[in-house]
């Protein structure tokens, strides 16, 4: 897995890109994705997202 305070460069390929969380899409050198980072129980959760749709999403089947 890629450090995700890190830019995803050309140096990041398929097999260690991080994938959105709701379609599964592979972030490979996309800068317009989405990162939602949290604390919960004393350990870092880290979201990614392709696209503002899917992280609106995400969102609204985290408050269902």
Known sequence: MV???????ED?????????VVCGEKLI?????HVVTWV????IQVRHFCS??????WDDSERS
């Not at 450090?3 to 460069?9: E, G, K, Q, R, W």
């Not at 050198?29 to 994705?33: E, F, G, M, S």
């Not at 919960?40 to 350990?43: K, L, M, N, R, V």
């Open 3 to 9: 450090d995700p305070t890190s830019d995803l460069d």
């Open 12 to 20: 990041v390929d398929e097999s260690n890109a991080p994938a959105c």
């Open 52 to 57: 503002e749709d899917c992280r609106g999403a």
């Open 29 to 33: 050198r996309d800068p317009a994705h």
């Open 40 to 43: 919960a129980d004393g350990s």
